[in-house]
């Protein structure tokens, strides 16, 4: 890519700006997955900045046909859409539906599949017609819509399976006192091959992941370094299924609304090359604390202070990135070099710039060079 990213880490880079001009640097059939949460078409008006309702399709459009341009064939995108009312009625909006409609039969994506992501810890909204004239339910469900470039992307459900239930785990242990094999009124076959342990279930296209990260070190110190937290996050799980099923290892993922980080965070817990693309610098640049667990706060500090005035131009040694609290304090110690990925067309194809190379680098270790930029 031409442009600088703020920062970078051994698998991913973060660059500030507009996505429709980041991504016209990007070769087209060059990214495996698009992971993303746009900003909502909703009634209030949100800090992050939200475009009117009635023009957001167009708007969102123009990024829709980006992003087809630039994902392989095999690739897929997926768009987390938040529900929203009409401004003063208790009718909802259309605009997630329409989005739909416009992306497969204006772009040419496909429905892969439509998600639903569930988030019980929700507060009840809106106001108006929930909580004071009680004539709507809670809203607490996201649409997420998996398209594809083609009708085939890659994708494997073998990779997200589900716990089993208690009652299924019973019926593994001991199938014949659960069910005789025979072709079901539903067309199904239950086959005595039924109570195999598959090592989990199939998953459901809804997804129960809670928002609630209270606990979170990017909250935790947004907190202590007081800076603004991003108000609109996604939990890290909702993109690291997507990643999951839908890319393998070293593939890259983009975010073209970033906010947080959270796909870019989630994506380097799961060996995946990333780019991230934000317009606000500040939300950028708070960012980068998701990959400095292990680092003080004063370190944290300077880090940011730099980011966020433009003027570093330097590299630390440890990022450390996990789902899990650290652990691995010796691990977070090991001092890992490696350069940037995607530096350069070359690099962005997967070339191997050797002059770009140092020793040292561990391709498996979960700790990674951060490099920010002057
Ligand atoms: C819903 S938030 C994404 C939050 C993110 N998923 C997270 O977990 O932090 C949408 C983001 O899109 C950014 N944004 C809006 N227009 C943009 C554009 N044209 N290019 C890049 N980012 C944009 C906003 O600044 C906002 O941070």
């Not at 031409?2 to 880079?13: M, N």
């Not at 019980?120 to 909204?125: F, I, N, Q, R, Y």
């Not at 947080?260 to 780019?275: D, I, P, Q, V």
Request: with cysteine; net charge positive.
């Amino acid at each position: 890519m031409r442009s600088k990213p703020l920062y970078y880490t051994k698998r991913g880079q973060a660059y500030v700006g507009d996505s429709l001009e980041l991504m016209a640097e990007l070769p087209d059939n060059s990214v495996d997955l698009v992971m993303t949460s746009p900003p909502f078409a909703l009634r209030r008006q949100k800090t992050y900045g939200n475009v009117g309702e009635t023009e957001y399709v167009d708007w969102i459009k123009l990024f829709g046909k980006e992003v087809f341009r630039v994902l392989k064939e095999t690739g897929s995108f997926v768009l987390d859409l938040g529900g929203a009312y009409r401004s003063g009625v208790p009718s909802r909006s259309l605009y997630n539906f329409r989005v739909l409609l416009a992306f497969c039969d204006e772009i040419g994506f496909h429905l892969a599949e439509d998600f639903y992501w569930f988030n019980p810890a929700k507060l009840p909204s809106p106001i108006e017609w929930v909580n004071k004239r009680k004539i709507r339910a809670k809203d607490s469900v996201n649409t997420v819509w998996w398209f594809s470039k083609t009708a085939f992307p890659k994708a494997d459900v073998r990779k997200v399976l589900a716990p089993y239930s208690d009652r299924m785990k019973k019926l593994i242990e001991d199938p014949e006192s659960f069910y005789k094999p025979k072709k079901r009124p539903s067309g199904h076959d239950i086959s005595a091959g039924f109570g195999k342990n598959n090592g989990g279930a199939i998953p459901a296209n809804l997804l129960s992941i809670p928002n609630t990260d209270s606990n979170s070190s990017y909250l935790r110190l947004c907190e202590e370094l007081g800076l603004q937290r991003h108000p609109a996050r996604f939990p890290a799980e909702l993109p690291a299924f997507f990643i999951k099923m839908l890319t393998d290892e070293k593939d890259i993922v983009l975010d073209i609304f970033a906010g947080s980080n959270t796909t870019g965070f989630s994506a380097e817990a799961l060996n995946r090359k990333w780019l991230s693309f934000e317009l606000d610098q500040q939300y950028l640049a708070a960012s980068v604390i998701r990959f400095l667990e292990g680092y003080s706060v004063e370190e944290i500090r300077e880090i940011l202070f730099k980011l966020q005035i433009n003027q570093s131009n330097f590299e630390l040694g440890k990022i450390y990135c996990s789902f899990e609290p650290v652990k691995a304090t010796k691990q977070r110690r090991q001092h890992i070099i490696q350069p940037s990925l995607f530096s350069t067309e070359d690099d962005f194809i997967g070339k191997n710039n050797s002059k770009n190379v140092q020793q040292g680098a561990s391709p498996d270790d979960n700790s990674a060079t951060l490099h920010c930029r002057r």
